[in-house]
């Protein structure tokens, strides 16, 4: 028989993926995974469409059995245990909320069905009503509020019963810009006051970015990278991570020299120093730099930075920054994102140097 778990509150959990696989017939969603989740982290599962990331969650939430490997909760063993005994909340994409309860209601929901007495119902959803803002719409019947407000109602009641984790599937996928923006600060600010373990799925780089304590990134199946948001994104282990996660210039090197933690390569007719190393690395590779750690200017920058001649192509007036398309002289495509304000505009076809900080490339293989 399943394993059974008492229900009730629970302290935020630690949780850990042992070697998780899942198949569907032939197909191999997810391979091999193991993942460590912290206790009260905010853990982003990243990765486009198809990625695996939604089967490890659905996995994690206990609607879909893992083909193999183990799954430990606080040192327990919960694989074979029911969704509806592991104490988690969830948030799906849809919001799913009960289109006959009003807003107060579909919090109380969870409560009534773990038992709780009207009075501990009544303070919780008052509660959970005044964390989410919205005090005065809780007779209000969902096709009654905005897509903000619904979503804030889907997190009150799944935050309500005070779960040991908070699974979020790609919760904001149906909101505009202004709103899906607004929703992360609500979210991020429900994580610090609540201190529960949140596992949010999407597959917006910048969103994953903004919200996480980690970010674990999935590619066919596969965990690539886990990492602080600041690591994976000026760190990335591979193409694929550093490619995803945002804009990026790859200039391939030769005659590649590895001195410990410094590599040095030929790009043209210039000398490409990097400062970070990647131990991985075979003898083809390539400089990888973001473009907003990049400038440009009429000469070479000082030492310590790499610089090379380029031609100005295009550039784009994005507001704060303004992005330049620059070609080299054998024509190998760089895009430098600069801050308006601070930088005088270059003239098409203008000839200008790009430069950028020796710490801040980085070596990635040549081939992805």
Not at 328 to 350: E, L, Y
Request: overall charge neutral.
């Amino acid at each position: 028989m399943p394993q059974r778990m008492q229900l009730g509150d629970a302290k935020a959990a630690e949780i850990k993926a042992v070697s998780i696989g899942k198949t569907f017939g032939a197909f191999r969603a997810l391979k091999d995974l193991s993942l460590d989740i912290g206790r009260g982290e905010f853990l982003t599962l990243l990765g486009p469409s198809g990625s695996g990331k939604t089967t490890f969650l659905m996995i994690l939430a206990g609607f879909t059995a893992p083909s193999e490997g183990r799954l430990m909760m606080d040192g327990r063993d919960i694989t074979d245990v029911p969704a509806e005994d592991r104490s988690y909340g969830m948030v799906f994409q849809g919001y799913a909320l009960f289109p006959h309860l009003t807003v107060e209601q579909n919090i109380a929901f969870p409560l009534k069905v773990r038992g709780r007495s009207a009075a501990d119902i009544k303070r919780r959803v008052g509660e959970m009503v005044e964390r989410v803002g919205l005090i005065g719409h809780e007779k209000k019947l969902p096709a009654k509020l905005s897509g903000g407000q619904q979503q804030r109602v889907a997190l009150a009641r799944a935050l309500a019963f005070e779960p040991s984790v908070l699974l979020l599937d790609e919760p904001f996928s149906a909101l505009d810009k202004n709103l899906r923006e607004m929703m992360q600060e609500e979210v991020k600010r429900l994580h610090q006051e609540t201190g529960t373990t949140f596992v949010f799925v999407t597959h917006d780089q910048s969103e994953a970015l903004a919200l996480s304590s980690r970010v674990a990134i999935f590619n066919h199946g596969e965990l690539l990278q886990v990492g602080r948001p600041q690591d994976v994104y000026e760190r990335p282990e591979n193409r694929f991570v550093a490619e995803f996660l945002g804009e990026i210039n790859l200039l391939p090197l030769d005659a590649l020299r590895l001195d410990g933690d410094s590599a040095a390569g030929q790009f043209e007719d210039r000398t490409i120093v990097l400062a970070r190393t990647n131990p991985q690395i075979g003898p083809k590779a390539v400089a990888a730099v973001r473009p907003e750690h990049m400038t440009i200017a009429a000469a070479p920058q000082n030492a310590g930075h790499n610089a090379i001649a380029c031609r100005v192509e295009d550039a784009t007036y994005l507001g704060a920054v303004t992005r330049y398309h620059l070609k080299t002289r054998t024509g190998a495509s760089i895009a430098v994102s600069m801050p308006t304000v601070a930088t005088p505009p270059f003239a098409h076809r203008a000839d200008v140097w790009v430069s950028w900080p020796v710490e801040q490339g980085f070596l990635l293989p040549h081939q992805t």
